[in-house]
Antibody, heavy 116, light 112 residues
Framework: EVQLVESGGGLVQPGGSLRLSCEVS????????MNWVRQAPGKGLEWVAN????????HYMDSVKGRFTISRDNTKHSLYLQMNSLRAEDTAVYYC???????????WGQGTMVTV | QSALTQPASVSGSPGQSITISCTGT?????????VSWYQQHPGKAPKLMIY???NRPSGVSSRFSGSKSGNTASLTISGLQAEDEGDYYC????????????FGTGTKVTVL
């Protein structure tokens, strides 16, 4: 069974930092692009960042570029999001999502809440 | 990067068909056949329903279908059922700025 489990969310002051993790199981992690997608309370979905299978290509949405860093450890089947200089507008549930179909997200974790 | 435009709400009676539109630009919806649709129930993670405009993942009911014309994609739900109630989001690959993907504003589907 495919599983993606996020952790690391919590309450942080503006300007602070958090590191989110997403541990996966049930599929060959190193074979997939991986993404972070967030959803502010009562709002829609917003793509945040993604990372290529080997970790050597990364993309970010404009408002987090320079503040957030996506990374992965294929030996630990884990995806990470280091979030620095956090702002109130970063408050959201953060989901990790597998890029299992071309330019789409086929599997999602349950999300972790970040409150700034 | 602006969100794709969806109607805020769509409703229908059980057994009816409804269609949700998703309007973008030539930099996203109109430029690529990479539109996906997601269903989200309250407090739950999104679920992929359609990818690459028309493709259904295994396990998704054939009552769900997708299409695209120009800068507007559409999701049609046929034979509406109570379990279809929830929020629906479209998404598209985008070449606007640094953003790789843009989501729609979301549509709340109500089964009357």
């Amino acid at each position: 069974e495919v599983q993606l489990v996020e952790s690391g969310g919590g309450l942080v002051q503006p300007g602070g930092s958090l590191r989110l993790s997403c541990e996966v199981s049930g599929f060959t992690f190193r074979s997939y692009w991986m993404n972070w997608v967030r959803q502010a309370p009562g709002k829609g979905l917003e793509w945040v960042a993604n990372i290529r299978q080997d970790g050597n290509e990364k993309h970010y949405m404009d408002s987090v570029k320079g503040r957030f860093t996506i990374s992965r450890d294929n030996t630990k089947h884990s995806l990470y999001l280091q979030m620095n200089s956090l702002r109130a507008e970063d408050t959201a549930v953060y989901y990790c999502a597998r890029g299992g179909v071309l330019h789409g997200f086929d599997m999602w974790g349950q999300g972790t809440m970040v409150t700034v | 990067q602006s969100a794709l435009t969806q109607p805020a709400s769509v409703s229908g009676s059980p057994g009816q068909s409804i269609t949700i539109s998703c309007t973008g630009t030539t930099s996203d919806v109109g430029g690529y056949n990479y539109v996906s649709w997601y269903q989200q129930h309250p407090g739950k993670a999104p679920k992929l329903m359609i990818y690459e405009v028309t493709n259904r993942p295994s396990g998704v009911s054939s009552r769900f279908s997708g299409s695209k014309s120009g800068n507007t994609a559409s999701l049609t739900i046929s034979g509406l059922q109570a379990e279809d109630e929830g929020d629906y989001y479209c998404s598209s690959h985008s070449i606007s700025g640094n953003t790789q993907y843009v989501f729609g504003t979301g549509t709340k589907v109500t089964v009357l």
